[in-house]
């Protein structure tokens, strides 16, 4: 069995969902479908998900929704069209539309993760009904029915699943016929619906991959695969055909975001590989993800990728490495701000504090440099914004001597300053910090000189 989950670009209009379809028939082990909202249908298109977090904005402020509720289920009608679905099929859609501005819910957060999730929700009930119109048996299971559980303890827009969960879908194991689930969400031990982090749909084909013991996780989106570097930043960069997962979450980290990084955690757990296809060119290899045991790489480095989105607090005090609880006293200031930090570098006179921008705005940035100055009076302290990291990653960095040398000889001939420098344990990665403005001269100069070296 094969568990197999359609991007919302997959899924946007009538010839891509027909595309996805024929993908769905060409291979009777693919039998458990996940779906996502329908996206962009051209660059200037909204999102069903955008839509509908505009309908749960348009009830909270108890602002005029009309306008938004029909967009949303004319997006489906038109799906609907271009297949000559019979209208009473789809009572179901305008019925959930516009229930969910009539439902009462234990606050603004629970009301957001509901109308969220009823972009996943309509479009795999939507695929089900068209697979059966196209002759595919096919049955629509809600995330309840399947028994997707998760907790809201972080909130019910940030869920995490449970460990029942699997043993819940253990039983779809042996099914003949093609179940569609929606992606993205699930329901906690009281029945609220909760969803995952954006693009969460990812999360929900790895997490029922595991429970069912899939033979693969086909993840299909818009692009032919997995590439060494951003094709906006490096020309025409190497397709990747396999990497291990834990080069994917090295790299997922420094924003390769072709598939959500927190969805490896189940597929790891359960030792499922993952396969990154286009929907578009369904024939092509795509990017296989695979456990380490016995990987051979073909290359020195997998991957290198940056991320513009952190800060850093940067502290200098004559003899901080003699003080006693200095990185104590930070940390409880970053935990009291809520306030999480990403590195540490220091030396014997100098820390800096890295953290994601995302966490902060100008007065939280203002009070922990208050605090901090207050509770271990550096001789100096200032934010620096202009900061990136990149991250180079490779199984194949692990035997090999002078791969740093060869990064910071990089950075060196492309003229860009290196403010820290780290290399993980597992030495398969170097990660690198930068100036912003330097970020993808950096990452193309060390793409470029490790393809060259490997030639």
């Not at 010839?15 to 051209?42: L, N």
């Not at 020309?235 to 927190?262: C, N, Q, W």
């Not at 296989?288 to 290198?304: C, D, E, L, M, S």
């Not at 922990?368 to 271990?376: F, M, N, R, T």
């Amino acid at each position: 069995m094969k568990v197999v989950k359609f991007g919302g670009s997959s899924l946007a209009d009538g010839p891509h969902v027909e595309r996805a379809i024929a993908i769905i028939k060409e291979d009777p082990e693919r039998r458990i479908i996940v779906t996502s909202a329908p996206g962009k249908r051209s660059a200037d298109d909204v999102k069903v998900t955008d839509l509908l977090i505009a309908y749960a904005t348009a009830v909270l402020h108890r602002d005029d929704y009309a306008e938004i509720r029909e967009k949303i289920i004319r997006r489906y009608f038109e799906i609907a069209a271009f297949f000559d679905l019979p209208q009473k099929a789809l009572q179901f859609i305008p019925q959930t539309i516009t229930s969910l501005a009539e439902t009462a819910f234990p606050n603004a957060d629970y009301l957001m993760a509901a109308f969220k999730a009823t972009g996943e929700r309509l479009n795999a009930f939507l695929l089900a009904a068209l697979l059966n119109h196209q002759g595919i048996t096919a049955q629509f299971i809600d995330p309840k029915e399947a028994g997707i559980i998760v907790s809201d303890q972080l909130g019910p827009n940030n869920a995490t699943v449970l460990p029942q969960t699997y043993s819940h879908l253990a039983r779809f194991w042996e099914s003949r016929e093609v179940l569609v689930i929606p992606g993205f969400y699930g329901y906690t031990p009281n029945g609220e619906v909760a969803t995952f982090s954006r693009g969460g749909s990812d999360i929900t084909g790895a997490i029922i991959a595991r429970g069912v013991a899939a033979e693969c996780y086909e993840n299909f989106t818009d692009v032919d695969a997995i590439y060494a570097a951003n094709p906006t930043v490096v020309s025409h960069p190497r397709p990747i055909k396999e990497m291990t997962y834990r080069e994917m979450r090295e790299l997922a980290y420094a924003g390769f975001s072709v598939f959500h990084d927190e969805a490896l955690i189940p597929a790891i757990a359960g030792k499922i590989p993952v396969i990154v296809k286009n929907t578009n060119a369904p024939q092509r290899p795509g990017t296989r993800i695979i456990p380490a045991t016995n990987f051979k790489p073909q290359t020195t480095i997998t991957g290198v990728a940056c991320a513009r989105n952190f800060s850093a607090l940067y502290l200098h005090k004559y003899l901080l490495n003699k003080e006693v609880g200095v990185t104590l006293k930070i940390l409880k200031i970053l935990s009291a701000h809520g306030i999480s930090y990403e590195h540490m570098p220091s030396g014997i006179d100098d820390l800096t504090i890295i953290t994601r921008t995302s966490q902060l705005t100008p007065a939280l940035r203002q009070q922990i440099a208050l605090d901090i100055q207050a509770a271990v009076q550096p001789d100096h302290l200032e934010w620096i914004d202009d900061y990136a990291i990149i991250m180079v990653v490779g199984e194949g960095m692990h035997d090999r001597i002078g791969t740093t040398n060869g990064v910071t000889t990089a950075l060196a001939q492309a003229n860009v300053a290196i403010h820290m420098i780290n290399q993980g344990a597992s030495r398969i990665s170097i990660m690198v910090g930068v100036r912003a403005s330097d970020a993808d001269r950096g990452t193309a100069a060390i793409y470029n000189y490790f393809e060259k070296e490997d030639a």
